[in-house]
C-alpha cells in the first residue's frame, strides 16, 4: 500500500486535463494538497505533466493546477463510471486558493463566519429534491443504489440508468 504525504479528502467535481494542447474532461474523485485523483477515460502515462482546469470553487474564480501523472488505473470503457478508472496526479504547481481548498479549508467553499450572510436572491430555484434509485443488472448479481437530485422520481431514475448505460434496471426509488 503507497503511503500518502497529506492526507486525502473525498471530493467530486468535474475537471479538464489538458495535456500537449488536447483536452479531455473528467471526475476529481479525491485530493490532497499534493496529489489528486482524477476519473477519465484519457489515456496518459506516468511521467506525462497535465495542467488540470477546476470550477469556480466559492465565487473565487476557477483554479489550474499543474501535476504528473503517477499512475493510471485502466478498466474497460464501460465501466469507468462504475470501477473508477483514471489517473494519480502529483501536484507541482498550484495557487493557495489550491491548497486551501485541497486541504479542506471552508473559506474558499463556504463565507466566513465573520461576514454577513449573502442574502437570499429571487432568481436562485430551490434545490431539486433527492431520489435514492435502487439499480440491479439485467444479466448479473451487481445491484447498487445511487442518490441524485431531480425534478421528479422518473428523471431521477432516467439520470441514473443514462449514467449507468445499458444492462441495469431499476428495481425501486424513493425520496432521500
Known amino acids: 500500500m503507497v503511503e500518502r504525504r497529506q492526507p486525502r479528502v473525498k471530493k467530486r467535481m468535474t475537471c479538464e486535463i489538458v495535456v500537449e494542447g488536447r483536452r479531455q474532461l473528467g471526475i476529481v474523485r479525491d485530493i490532497s494538497a499534493g496529489g489528486l485523483f482524477v476519473q477519465t477515460q484519457a489515456h496518459l502515462t506516468p511521467g506525462q505533466v497535465v495542467d488540470v482546469h477546476l470550477p ?30 483514471g489517473i494519480g496526479l ?11 481548498f ?49 425534478a421528479s422520481a422518473q428523471e431521477a431514475e432516467q439520470a441514473v440508468l443514462g ?9 425501486e426509488t424513493g425520496r432521500a
Open 56 to 85: 469556480d470553487l466559492g465565487g473565487r474564480g476557477p483554479l489550474q493546477v499543474r501535476a504528473r501523472v503517477v499512475r493510471q488505473k485502466r478498466v474497460p470503457p464501460q465501466l469507468v463510471g462504475v470501477a473508477g478508472g
Open 102 to 150: 485541497a486541504e479542506g479549508a471552508r473559506p474558499l467553499l463556504e463565507p466566513a463566519e465573520e461576514a454577513a450572510p449573502e442574502p437570499a436572491r429571487e432568481q436562485d430555484a430551490p434545490a431539486s429534491p433527492r431520489f435514492h434509485v435502487r439499480v440491479k443488472q439485467s444479466a448479473g448479481p451487481r445491484s447498487r443504489t445511487v442518490t441524485t437530485a431531480a
Open 163 to 171: 449514467e449507468l448505460g445499458p444492462g441495469w434496471e431499476v428495481v
Open 90 to 100: 502529483r501536484v507541482l504547481d498550484a495557487s493557495p486558493a489550491f491548497r486551501g
